[in-house]
């Protein structure tokens, strides 16, 4: 069965400072996608990124970067420089190929100025 | 490219009332899926469409929930009769397929049961 732990429930930084949440998944397959999405305050589920098992390429997007590790099944987001407005509740996804998106809990990270 | 639209975005019943959301999914996307997210959890699938069949009901509570896709476009989602532990945030998305895609979601449904 497929499953996703974040391990982080809430993280609070100062503006400026990089922060990294972790993602843990569980899978049988060898063929899967990982996602993260962002819950800003008004609720809607912001896609990010997603990534497939084949690719272990580590992406950046600006502030945004993602580190895949199969050895470790570990997705993890770090923000660079984090601003006020990436106070969210940030949530990692795994889907087996043609199978259900299934969440983790989501961490909660707030950004001080 | 409009996105995916829910309404309405707020609900208050009583306990035993019955209830209804409607979710029209991004134009082209034959998957839509219903998701209910509890205060402090992450989302958890209700039922999945492909076209106007159902994928994946596995978690749907169907002694009370029911879900249709009309002529695999809009889709509704009805509550009958609420329980105080439905209170949720109703979450309806959408993607090309239903494979590797990433979902789409609406700014969903706040229900309140009473």
């Known amino acids: 069965a497929q499953k996703v732990t974040q391990a982080q429930t809430e993280i609070s930084v100062v503006e400026k400072e990089d922060v990294t949440l972790d993602c843990v998944y569980e899978t049988r397959d060898t063929t899967y996608y990982l996602f993260w999405y962002k819950q800003p305050p008004s609720g809607e589920l912001v896609f990010l990124i997603r990534?497939?098992?084949?690719?272990?390429q580590n992406e950046i997007s600006g502030r945004y970067s993602w580190n895949f590790q199969k050895s470790t099944s570990s997705f993890n987001f770090t923000i660079t420089a984090s601003q006020v407005v990436d106070s969210a509740v940030y949530f990692c996804?795994?889907?087996?190929?043609?199978?259900?998106?299934?969440f983790g809990a989501g961490t909660i990270l707030r950004v001080k100025s | 490219e409009a996105g995916v639209a829910q309404s309405p975005r707020y609900k208050i019943i009583e306990k035993r009332q019955s209830v209804a959301f409607w979710c029209n999914p991004i134009s082209g996307h034959a998957t839509l899926y219903w998701y209910q997210q509890i205060l402090g959890q992450g989302p958890k699938l209700l039922i999945q469409?492909?076209?106007?069949?159902?994928?994946?009901d596995s978690q749907l509570p169907k002694d009370r929930f029911s879900a249709e896709r009309l002529k695999g476009v809009d889709s509704t989602l009805k509550i009958q009769p609420a329980k105080l532990e439905d209170s949720a945030v109703y979450l309806c998305?959408?993607?090309?397929?239903?494979?590797?895609?990433?979902?789409?979601f609406g700014q969903g449904t706040r229900l309140t049961v009473v």
């Open positions: 996804a795994l889907r087996e190929y043609g199978n259900k998106l299934v």
């Open positions: 469409f492909q076209n106007n069949g159902v994928v994946d």
């Open positions: 990534r497939n098992s084949f690719d272990e």
């Open positions: 998305a959408s993607s090309l397929d239903p494979g590797r895609a990433e979902a789409f």
